[in-house]
């Protein structure tokens, strides 16, 4: 939005400031790549305390007994490590980050739809994070009820729910309004020539997930609000003193609940769909099978949400029903595995940092799909249930499949978004201390879940020992190999040397403006004439 | 100032997306009233017969008015009439504020009688007037609430038809704010039936 673009030749987003000067550079902007940078970092903060909380569970569940925390402590560690992650740093990471600021460009639009609206979402964003911290601090201690707020004691307890529950519903807004905002984008602001099935996988994903947060949102923010209702008037729905059902809690927490773990992992698939075919040199295998295999997940993804709930007595016909739809949703997921190896057969790969990132998202996604069907199977689950199988499974498709595909779309797209290259020794040494880690971390769950080991309890029975000490050692490995990955990436940002273009050789049109991009990323619209990854 | 990037259809389309999350919104208690009319058929019968279908009446009435009144508005401007625009948006907006006054004495009235959620009158009464009166409240001052947000909506659209910042060329957002309005109305439509008339 300069007055001089025509005198002078185009600085890049990050040099052209608007006459804003400091911080307000970026809190008054209402540039989509501005914006999305700004969610990173707000994101990266909350992952930070994520992390932090996480490490102290897993110091705690070291040694039987008490090691660093009693129970309560232990349960409000658990809860806020869950609300943290879920609603400030999961549920927004890929859509509010790379959303932001590849959709837009990778459709060849000069900005979102509604730029403002753009802003305002991150603001309604903050407010919610606020509201949702400000629940550690004020009243009577810490929320202790998980993150999935589960009724009757999400209103019985005496710990400070409001702030929580309120910061959540808050939190949904600012998702239900990013997702209308890349609705609208995506079908009003394609380049000419950019016909649907041109359309790169990285944007119908996003367009998808948009679908995912407009339609699911609605509904968890309702089912907050009426704990709120609970907590404050005392009505009665969820309450079973006064007739009402906490069962109907679940299953409206869940309504919207399992729908967020596709927006979750839907733009993961996306970015994984960029990265693979780039470092194969090769047009990506299935194009409409992928794209088709989004939009069935997003919609069939809408009626499996009771599979979190086979042990809370739902009659034997809901139970089959939602078990064999939760095989189904299995399908499309599984179709896009197949077709990122496709890619990969006969491709000339070139194993850099973003593909390692990939093919080891592959890996965890395929361990973390698996056993999915082992909870999706009623026999298997009565057994599983709320153990730490459980917790394996969620970590392996949430932290694996998001985290990874989060982390190989931040190296990808790194030399676009700063214009830098990071040092790919380092980054490579931190992909692979991280993955060790990481599976040392979260594979002795699923031996702990099938031996019996509950969730959610800061203490075990002594032949639980073994598979724990390697977990919590795990997680010091992985965290190591992060704080590497951080490091050096912040040290691209400041002393990296300058990026080409083009660095990986990508066929989309974020490959064909500068690194960085100038504040309308495009000097005039481009207009589409192949389909999209084309390799000559 | 920069140039501006306007796309009516565009802001249309972001409008229907937003009413269709409203619609879901109000969606997840229609799903609490079915579950709870079925289990409690008889009690929200006789439940039901307590509220004043006369008071709910006159206010269906002037919702409905006050829909046409504000489609009427969007006429208006594309017609060039900024006065009968502006009087058109205002009355709508006396109409809001005249099925919230009836609002207010109609829960006074409820009040006066000790029936509020919580309240130890309506604890005895038993499960389904406590759940039917529990999601009366919370439905109809969930609407109320959106009455009020419709209210503050209208008054910026008079602000911006008296300074002409909407014109006859220029009018999608007087219409996003008429759509946000006719779903506060639609919302209505099947609050009414659903809390006063069905026995």
Redesign the interface.
Known sequence: MSENKQNSAPKSYLEETGGRKGIFKWILSTDHKRIGLLYLYSIMAWFFIGVTLGVLMKLELIAPGKTIMGAQSYNATFTVHGVIMIFLVVIPGLPAVFGNFMLPIQIGAKDVAFPKLNLLSWYIYIAGSILVVSSLFAGGGPPDTGWTFYAPYSFKTGTNMLPAVLGAFVLGFSSILTGLNFIVTTHRLRAPGMSWMKLPVFPWAIYGTAWIQLLATPIVGITLLMVLGERIFNIGFFDPAKGGDPILFQHLFWIYSHPAVYIMILPAMGAISEIIPTFSKKTIFGYRFIVFSTLAIAFVGYFVWGHHMFTSGMSGTALFTFSILTFIVAIPSAIKVFNWVATMHQGSISTDVPFLWAASFIFVFLVGGLTGLVLGALATNVHLHDTAFVVGHFHFIVFGGTGFAFFGALHYWFPKIYGKMYDRSWAKTGWAIFFVGYIALYMPMFFLGVMGMPRRYFDYLPEYHGPNIISSLGALVMVTGFVIMVINLFRAVKTGEKAPQNPWGGTNLEWQISSPPTLENFDEIPTIDKATYKYD | M??V?R?D??SK??MW??I???I??????F??YV??RY??QEAFHLASQELDVAIGTINTIILLISSATIAMSITAIQQKKKKLTLALIATTILLAIVFLVNKYFEWGAKFEHGIF??SEYL?QL???D??FF??Y??MTG?HAFHIIIGIAVLGFMYYYVKTDRLTHDNFQLLENGGLYWHLVDLIWIFLFPLFYLIA
Do not use: A, K, M, R
């Open positions: 920069s140039v990037h796309d259809i565009g389309l972001g997306l937003f269709f999350t409203e879901l919104l109000f969606g997840g208690l799903i609490t579950v709870y289990l409690h959620p919580g604890d038993g499960f389904g406590v759940l529990g999601l409240f919370f969930l």
